[in-house]
């Protein structure tokens, strides 16, 4: 399933843990088809703790006609493993594929950190191994990798995922449409031209969203804290306020011509769909 002309539309879904979860997960993605995701993305746990869940979800999105990419990260894994995921990836006809550094599982050492030990070295293995035959997604950080040292360190990591080969980005999630209009012209200022398209976050739950924004370095402005704190454990108010403030920075960016929207759905259809209804349906 593809979107109409003009900005691209993605989901990010992740694998259900157990039979009742993916019930659930068919039928949100069902409800979000309306959006007409041009594909639908699908994660892959740390160190490939959810390989087969990946795979098995990735035919789910295809089997309700949705173009799909597993997520494929290169920490923990040698050479072996991705060149047989890959080949498991062609064999099912995938096309596109989100390739990612991805996290050390808890309670393995750096010696366990695979063959490959950076995003570019990944995209470089699979350009080398299926040469054009994967659309290649990375990550970009609008706000800086929580690893990084520095904004300029991060631009040099991202511009090496790109000269190795990649197709298009992503973005982590951020509340500051500047931040990702800097990033984007820092980037193309060295020569970027592929599309580097925004992650978008939903906002329905304050600890969980302040927990992941720490994780990930995502900035939660403080105006944003502040009003999520004040709202306490008032779920529907905090819904609300979240699908406002997201659809405004959405807004934000499609006036500004960007070439599409990432959501990270956490596999919640109505938080999404509050957020498109808001963007074309007001």
Known sequence: ?????????????FPPRDEAA??????????????EPHYVSVTFGAGGSTREGTLDTVRMMRGLGCDAAPHL???????????????????????????????????????????????????EFIR?????????????????????????QDLNN?????????????TQYFFNADAYFD??????????????????MPITNHNQLMRFSEMCGAEVPRWIRLRLAEMG????????????????????LLDNDVPGLHFYTLNNAEATLAIWRGLFES
């Open 1 to 13: 399933m593809t979107s109409q002309a003009g900005p691209a539309f993605s989901l990010e879904f």
């Open 22 to 35: 993916s019930a659930r997960l068919i039928e949100g993605a069902k409800q979000m088809l309306v959006i």
């Open 73 to 123: 990260s290169c920490i923990g894994a040698s050479h072996d493993d991705l060149r047989a995921l890959l080949q498991r990836y062609r064999d099912e006809g995938v096309r596109r594929i989100v390739a990612l550094r991805g996290d050390m599982p808890s309670g393995m050492g750096a010696d366990a950190a695979g063959a490959l030990r950076h995003a570019n070295d990944l995209v």
């Open 128 to 152: 080398r191994e299926t040469g054009d035959w994967f659309h290649i997604e990375v990550a970009a950080y609008p706000e800086m990798h929580p690893q990084a040292a520095g904004p300029e």
């Open 158 to 170: 991202f511009v090496r995922k790109v000269q190795a080969g990649a197709n298009s980005a992503i």
């Open 183 to 200: 990033f984007v012209d820092r980037a193309q200022a060295r020569g970027v031209n592929i599309p580097i398209v925004p992650g978008i």
């Open 233 to 252: 454990d008032d779920k529907d108010s905090i819904r609300a306020f979240g699908a406002d403030v997201v659809t405004d920075l959405c807004q934000t």
